[in-house]
Each structure stands twice: as C-alpha cells, then as structure tokens.
C-alpha cells in the first residue's frame, strides 16, 4: 500500500508566495523592493506552479482509485468553489468599495474599476462571464478556466502520454508571445458582444499561463506513477540554473522592475503575462534549483508553521487579502509616502495576523472526521485544505484507468 502524507513544504511555500502578494498588492513602501524577490518572476506565477502540482498530484491518484469521472466531478466542484469566490470578490468591489471609494473621491478605486464605472452593467456581466477581469482580480478566473479543462488533460495523459500535450501547451504559448491573446480576446468580443479593456480580459493571461499550469499538473501527475522516480537533474543543468538563477536575482535588485528599462519590446521578453521566454527561463532555473536544494533545506530548517497554515488554507486566504488591500486602496489610496515608515509596518504586520486568523479558523472549520468509507469520494481538495495527514491510500496503479 501506498500512503501520500501532506507535503508540509508544498504549503509551506505557497504560504510563503501569498505572503509576498500581500507585500507586493498592498500599497507601502516594501511593495517595490519586495515585488519579485527573487529575480524577474512574481509570486504569483510560484503560487500557481504549486497548485497545479498539488492539483496534479491528488486528483490524478483519484482518477487511478476510482474512475475519470470521479476526477472530473472533483475538479467540477473545485471550479465551482473558486468560481463563487471570484463572483463574491467582484461583487464586494462592484458595491462596497466602489461607493466608498466615489463617497471619499478616492483615485486610486476610480482607477481600478474605471471600465466598471463606465458602463456598470456590462462591466458586471462580463465579470461574471470572465471576461472581465479588473486588476488583483485576475488570478481566480484563470483558475478557474483551468480547472474546468484539466481533468481533459489528465484523462488523455494518463492514458496516452504526456508528449503530445506538453507539445501542444508549448505551441499555444509560444503563439500567445506573437498575438494570440489578441485573437481570443476579439473572438470572446464577437461572442459575447462585451467589449472591456483589452488588458483587463484575461486572454493574454489564459494563453500564456496555461503553460506554467501543465507543467506543474505533469510534475504533480508523474509522482504517481508506479515506477515514479524522484527529479534528479545532471550537475551541468543545476550549474546553469544556479547560474540563471543568481544573474536574475542580481539584475533585479541592482535595477528596477522593468529589466531593460525604458525598451518596451526588449522587457517583452520578461513580461508577466505573457510569460516571456527570459521570464520563463528565470522560473525554471529558480524551480530546478528549489527541487534540488529543497529537501537539503527542509531537513536543517525549522517549520514555519503558520505558512504552512496559509498554504493549507490557500484559497480563503488568498481572498482575503484581495479583500485587505482593496480596503487600504479605498481609504489610504495608492501612494504609500503619505504615511510614515511605521505606519507601513504596523499595516503589514496587522494584514498578516488577519490572513493566519482566516487560515486558523478555515482549518478549524475544516479539520472534521470523515469515515473511512467516504474516503474514496472525499473532495480531494477538501483533504488538501486540511492540516491532517492526508491518507490518500491506494494500491499501485492498474494497468487500465477506469473510465467511470
């Protein structure tokens, strides 16, 4: 029998990326020296590689326990969730900070939700619909897109292989980097009727991303293989991550966000939602280095506990910190340099006790028995969201996955 325990470094790391998003979205003065810590890749892009990992790894050991359609309606359920969670945060900035930032004249609300401002009920519909994402806002609709195709591809990984899809996904990115997002995003306006801010569709995003998404559902997929061996990487790739690694985390720091600074067309190549080539390349070498290094570093450093807490509880407190920052963006507006340096600390410090006191008390909710016999058909993100060991025990692998 085999026996998946929780990866306590899994929800230690996305603990420790949506920490950097409330760094990075709330307005002080850490945002800009904290915003891509690491070199010229956001949190963001960590946070999503890792919940498709996580999302690989638990639903594909459904698919092989009990059936695809078993995989597909947890996926289904899980799209529904985060689709509730995007549909309450649009709706808490479509009501109570838009009138609270109109009655205070606030730009900096005026600014984010100008298109909604403009023509409020097809800036409402198209939110709903996804195809209108306004700024922070951005990352649950990609989700949940993701969500709804990847037990598609799982199925026909699974049962195929993972060449023909992992072609496919680099072919789609490589077509977003030369205007592909565009025709999807005139395709979406002929089909809906709903014409939005370009860069506020999500498009570029969806074509772009969905690469990073692949690849850490193959990453997460590929450790339950019965034969599944760990990552190892010859010395002359870990050399050149390594390498890759530390001139981005050096560039970085020794200049600004923009890489090449006022050359729009050369910084293309580290764009964030596009995921430029250069950009990529950092995220990878940045990932091999933390698969080799990782395990070394989990043995002789201690457990943060409490970002463990925040990645466990990953989506309710990813929404709350949507909803601090939109609060602070409402009533301090964007400009940090009106407060004093302590101003901006206390800010930090009391955002960051309020997302553990939404991740202490989702788990509490959460942490509740469940009878062995359900255990086939428990939710498995509901096991992921909860602090106990998950058993999620199978035997090896058939030879043939079951259909439904």
């Known amino acids: 029998m085999k026996r998946f325990d929780r990866l306590w470094e899994v929800?230690?790391?996305r603990g420790l990326m949506l920490l950097l998003m409330l760094v990075t979205h709330l307005p002080t003065r850490l945002t800009s020296p904290l915003g891509q810590p690491f070199g010229f890749v956001s949190a963001a892009e960590g946070?999503?590689?890792l919940s498709a990992f996580m999302a690989g790894l638990v639903y594909s050991r459904l698919?092989?326990?009990?059936?695809?359609?078993?995989m597909r309606q947890a996926f289904w359920r899980r799209a529904l969730k985060i689709y509730l969670c995007q549909a309450a945060t649009l709706l808490f900035l479509f009501t109570f900070i838009a009138a609270l930032g109109i009655r205070i004249d606030q730009?900096?609300?005026?600014?984010?939700?100008s298109y909604y401002l403009h023509d409020p009920y097809a800036a409402f519909v198209a939110g709903l619909l996804l195809v209108y994402e306004p700024p922070l806002l951005d990352i649950l609709p990609l989700y949940v897109l993701f969500m709804l195709a990847s037990p598609w591809v799982l199925a026909w990984a699974m049962r195929r292989s993972w060449r023909g899809v992992m072609l496919l996904s680099f072919a789609i990115?490589?077509?977003?980097?030369?205007?592909l997002g565009a025709w999807v995003y005139h395709a979406t306006v002929a089909l809906t009727g709903l014409r939005g801010p370009f860069n506020e569709s999500g498009s570029v995003a969806t074509c772009g991303w969905q690469c990073l998404w692949v690849v850490g559902l193959w990453l997460g997929a590929s450790r339950n293989a019965p034969d599944a061996r760990p990552l190892v990487f010859p010395g002359w790739v870990v050399a050149v991550a390594v390498l890759l690694a530390l001139t981005g985390l050096v560039w970085r720091h020794a200049g600004n966000q923009a890489?090449?600074?006022?050359?729009?067309?050369?910084?293309?190549?580290?764009?964030?939602?596009?995921?430029?080539?250069l950009r990529l390349l950092d995220l990878a070498a940045l990932a091999i280095c933390c698969i080799r290094f990782g395990p070394a570093w989990a043995r002789f450093l201690p457990r943060q506990r409490w970002l463990e807490a925040l990645g466990?509880?990953?989506l309710p407190v990813f929404c709350a910190h949507l909803v601090i920052v939109l609060l602070v963006l409402a009533l301090f507006g964007a400009n940090p340099l009106v407060r004093p340096w302590w101003?901006?600390?206390?800010?930090?410090v009391l955002s960051v006790v309020a997302l553990y006191g939404v991740a202490w008390v989702t788990l509490k909710f959460e942490k509740r028995p469940t009878k062995p016999a359900q255990s086939s058909r428990t939710d498995p993100e509901a096991i992921e969201a909860t602090r106990q060991t998950a058993a999620v025990a199978a035997a090896e692998p058939p030879a043939n996955l079951p259909a439904a």
């Open 312 to 314: 466990a509880a990953s």
């Open 107 to 113: 730009p900096a609300v005026k600014d984010l939700m």
């Open 343 to 348: 101003a901006d600390g206390l800010l930090l």
């Open 259 to 277: 890489p090449f600074g006022a050359n729009e067309s050369l910084n293309l190549l580290f764009d964030k939602w596009l995921l430029g080539p």
């Open 47 to 49: 946070f999503v590689l």
């Open 173 to 179: 990115w490589v077509l977003a980097q030369f205007g």
């Open 63 to 70: 698919a092989w326990r009990d059936s695809i359609g078993a």
């Open 11 to 13: 929800d230690a790391l």
